[in-house]
């Protein structure tokens, strides 16, 4: 099957700092790619839609000048938490679709836990 | 997107069928029943979808009423590592389209 990556698994910064977190498509092409929130004991929670060479669709919500989403390539999207904060200590996932039009799956990756001290 | 309702917990005995019921009343014609599982602190792993027609594959097998206003995944012989938590969710057959995650069901597998 299709396989999303992620890279860091997790990460652990200070608050106040940028962390970016990479999702990468390894064996197809991903026109759109999606990006969760998880909190302890909670469901996924939908951030954003990010389609390749346009600017990422944000969930009602959502800051987008926080939570910066570039799709620059078919294989690559990458979620920046900028000036991070205790508050945004979460897991993140990132989804991909294979190909385009209908019944196509998602795929996941394996989620990158965010640590805010 | 329509809404679905899982009961939030289930138990199994390893060996058994796992049946875990999911109701999407509002669901619309053009929406399929998807399911995916979460295992502790991984990604989710899509299982199966269906419109209208019963399905089955490697993993489970699906369930639809004919009125697709409730639908049954079914783990025919269930393992410990099936423990996890399984969300039915209903969504357009389009690749664009969001998965919105509801509550699921939190199924503990048990020897």
């Known amino acids: 099957g299709a396989v999303v990556s992620q890279h860091p698994s997790r990460v652990i910064c200070k608050s106040g700092t940028s962390v970016k977190i990479e999702c990468r498509s390894l064996?197809?092409?991903?026109?759109?790619m999606f990006w969760y929130r998880q909190f302890p004991k909670q469901s996924l929670m939908l951030m954003a839609t990010?389609?390749?060479?346009?600017?990422?669709?944000?969930e009602q919500g959502v800051e987008k000048d926080k939570f910066l989403i570039n799709h620059a390539s078919l294989t690559l999207s990458t979620l920046t938490v900028t000036s991070a904060h205790p508050e945004d200590s979460s897991f993140y996932i990132c989804?991909?679709?294979?190909?385009?039009?209908?019944?196509?799956?998602?795929?996941f990756g394996p989620g990158t836990r965010l640590t805010v001290l | 997107d329509a809404k679905t309702t899982q009961p939030p917990s289930m138990d199994c005995a390893e060996g058994r069928a796992a049946n875990l019921p999911c109701n999407h009343s509002?669901?619309?014609?053009?929406?399929?029943v998807y399911w995916y599982r979460q295992i502790h602190s991984q990604g989710p792993q899509y299982i199966i979808h269906?419109?209208?027609n019963n399905e089955t594959n490697e993993m489970a097998s699906l369930i639809i009423t004919e009125d697709r206003k409730s639908s049954t995944l079914i783990l025919p012989h269930a393992t410990l590592r099936d423990t996890a938590v399984y969300y039915c969710?209903?969504?357009?057959?389009?690749?664009?389209?969001?998965?919105?995650f509801g509550t699921g069901t939190r199924l503990q597998v048990f020897p």
């Open positions: 989804s991909a679709t294979v190909g385009a039009g209908y019944y196509n799956e998602q795929f």
């Open positions: 064996d197809f092409q991903a026109t759109t």
């Open positions: 990010s389609n390749e060479g346009s600017k990422a669709t944000y």
């Open positions: 509002t669901i619309s014609g053009n929406e399929y």
């Open positions: 269906g419109l209208k």
């Open positions: 969710i209903v969504r357009s057959g389009l690749n664009t389209d969001k998965l919105i």
